[in-house]
């Protein structure tokens, strides 16, 4: 049995919110996958956090406190780093469960170190350069009555370059990294526009890389243009098209093999009744 469907399968679809304010992680899910949309969202089932999750947002919370350690001007060893990390790993799970293999997690978290320290040593970002924001929060009013653009900046670099910390299995393909990518960093560039008055200078996707020697792989992205906010604005409108009509359906594809609502998914058309 599925505990998860022992909710309302017909859920009312609360149109209004949904349109109110979108995402860039809303879009890339509508747009994967409609049905996988619902489910997170209107539903709001919720899943045990998987272990590379566990690892991304860990890694992530690691390089956020550094940042702001540079931002703040108060100084960082990477023993007290290595401690913030290590409550951060614990405490993060009592929120979020983690759903471990048997003698996976203490193999996952000095994985998930051993990113950090890699990321410490091979930066680009001399210790002393000084960020122009880091974890900031910004809203953004999109035209023709849009929804409410809403995100969360990781770092900005002297200049106006925005970073993006990414945790990845495997080496990105620069071509495949930006396209992936795209709806983000257009979402970014439109962000950093509200809260500067100014456009982003350009991108960077840092992508911490979980091979046995991890490295990094630094990807460099050119400053927002015309046709790629042009691009964005129209995956908005489907967005809000789809909504709109409650148009989720499901998208087979090989990333249904590794989606959490793989086993709901199966179950289609019963849940949307």
Same mark, same amino acid.
């Given at each position: 049995? +599925?505990?998860?469907?022992?909710?309302?399968?017909?859920?009312?679809?609360?149109? *209004?919110?949904?349109?109110?304010?979108?995402?860039?992680?809303?879009?890339?899910?509508?747009?994967?996958?409609?049905?996988?949309?619902?489910?997170?969202?209107?539903?709001?089932?919720?899943k045990? $956090?998987? @272990?590379?999750?566990?690892? %991304?947002?860990?890694?992530?919370?690691?390089?956020?406190?550094?940042?702001?350690?540079?931002?703040?001007?108060?100084?960082?060893?990477?023993?007290?780093?290595?401690? %913030?990390?290590?409550?951060?790993?614990?405490?993060? #799970?009592e929120?979020?469960?983690?759903?471990?293999? +048997?003698?996976?997690?203490?193999?996952?978290?000095?994985?998930?170190?051993?990113?950090?320290?890699?990321?410490?040593?091979?930066?680009?970002?001399? $210790? &002393?350069?000084?960020?122009?924001?880091?974890?900031?929060? +910004?809203?953004?009013?999109?035209?023709?009555?849009?929804?409410?653009?809403?995100?969360?900046?990781?770092?900005?670099?002297?200049?106006g370059?925005?970073?993006d910390?990414?945790?990845?299995?495997?080496t990105?393909?620069?071509?495949?990294? +930006?396209?992936?990518?795209?709806? #983000?960093?257009? $979402?970014y560039?439109?962000?950093?526009? *509200?809260?500067?008055?100014?456009?982003?200078?350009g991108?960077?996707?840092?992508?911490?890389?979980?091979?046995?020697?991890?490295?990094?792989?630094?990807?460099?992205?050119?400053?927002?243009?015309?046709?790629?906010?042009?691009?964005?604005?129209?995956?908005?409108? @489907?967005?809000?098209? %789809?909504? *709109?009509? &409650?148009?989720?359906?499901?998208?087979?594809?090989? $990333?249904?093999?590794?989606? *959490?609502?793989?086993?709901?998914?199966?179950?289609?058309?019963?849940?949307?009744?």
């Amino acid at each position: 049995m +599925i505990a998860a469907l022992d909710t309302p399968q017909s859920a009312k679809v609360d149109t *209004e919110s949904l349109l109110a304010k979108v995402s860039a992680s809303r879009l890339n899910c509508f747009h994967s996958c409609r049905l996988k949309f619902y489910f997170r969202y209107v539903l709001g089932l919720v899943k045990e $956090a998987t @272990s590379a999750l566990h690892v %991304g947002k860990s890694v992530h919370y690691a390089l956020q406190q550094w940042s702001k350690a540079r931002w703040y001007g108060e100084p960082l060893d990477t023993e007290s780093l290595r401690q %913030g990390f290590d409550l951060h790993w614990e405490s993060s #799970q009592e929120k979020d469960p983690v759903a471990w293999e +048997i003698d996976e997690e203490p193999k996952q978290k000095d994985k998930a170190w051993g990113l950090v320290d890699m990321y410490l040593r091979d930066t680009p970002i001399p $210790a &002393e350069e000084k960020p122009e924001g880091v974890e900031v929060s +910004i809203e953004a009013d999109l035209p023709d009555g849009l929804p409410r653009l809403v995100g969360v900046i990781d770092l900005v670099r002297p200049g106006g370059v925005v970073v993006d910390f990414k945790t990845s299995a495997s080496t990105p393909f620069i071509a495949q990294a +930006i396209h992936r990518n795209e709806t #983000q960093l257009s $979402a970014y560039g439109i962000l950093h526009r *509200e809260a500067t008055g100014k456009e982003a200078l350009g991108f960077e996707l840092h992508h911490l890389v979980k091979t046995k020697v991890p490295k990094l792989v630094v990807t460099h992205v050119g400053a927002l243009t015309d046709q790629r906010e042009q691009k964005f604005l129209r995956q908005v409108e @489907s967005y809000v098209d %789809g909504v *709109e009509r &409650e148009d989720f359906v499901p998208a087979p594809s090989l $990333a249904c093999a590794s989606c *959490e609502y793989f086993s709901e998914c199966s179950l289609w058309p019963e849940v949307r009744k």
